[in-house]
T-cell receptor
């Protein structure tokens, strides 16, 4: 079973605040991903990383930013939260080709 | 434009019977397909996958079928159990499982005891 952890699980916060969503994995996976999911909808890739100091934007445009300074850590930051950022954010990691992506339990974010 | 479509938002099946979940895709470049299961308040859990060089992959009660000409895949669960009740997502990628996944919108499966 994959060991990938996301904190916080739930966050309710006011508009304009800076937010960092944490994602850590203990498996040494090079590849990590952030997805955004609204209720009843598909997951959309917003960021991915194929290794340390490598980050790319996904298919869905997002005002968030990510960093990958360490293999195990892939935090996502919103500099100034807005109500439109309300969603669930899911982090995943993968060992590589032929191996599935494993997901954390997500952060449910509500911006008031 | 959705490249991966799960047209049935929900499905109810009696315990012990077969559950069949369907998924259609439009991008002919997809060469790797996966099914994930998601319980409320948890992240998706990988179930089973299939490469485009195969047309069937089986793992215990779960079998995935791929029909490339129809751009269609299905997940069969036999026999269905109440613990299988969850949202099932179909996903596809170009170039293997570690690449970006494109997800369908999910099907809520309810297995009735």
């Amino acid at each position: 079973e994959a060991d990938i952890y996301q904190t916080p699980r739930y966050l309710v916060i006011g508009t304009g605040k800076k937010i960092t969503l944490e994602c850590s994995q203990t498996m040494g996976h090079d590849k990590m991903y952030w997805y955004q999911q609204d209720p009843g909808m598909e997951l959309h890739l917003i960021h991915y990383s194929y290794g340390v100091n490598s980050t790319e934007k996904g298919d869905l445009s997002s005002e968030s930013t990510v960093s990958r300074i360490r293999t195990e850590h892939f935090p996502l930051t919103l500099e100034s939260a807005r109500p439109s950022h309300t969603s669930q954010y899911l982090c995943a990691s993968s060992r590589g080709a032929g191996q599935p992506q494993h997901f954390g339990d997500g952060t449910r974010l509500s911006i008031l | 434009d959705q490249q991966v479509k799960q047209n049935s938002p929900s499905l109810s099946v009696q315990e012990g019977r077969i559950s069949i979940l369907n998924c259609d895709y439009t991008n002919s470049m997809f060469d790797y397909f996966l099914w994930y299961k998601k319980y409320p308040a948890e992240g998706p859990t990988f179930l089973i996958s299939i490469s485009s060089i195969k047309d069937k992959n089986e793992d215990g009660r779960f079998t995935v079928f791929l029909n490339k000409s129809a751009k269609h895949l299905s997940l069969h669960i036999v026999p269905s159990q109440p613990g299988d009740s969850a949202v099932y997502f179909c996903a596809a990628s170009v170039g293997g499982s570690a690449r970006q996944l494109t997800f369908g919108s999910g099907t809520q499966l309810t297995v009735l005891p």
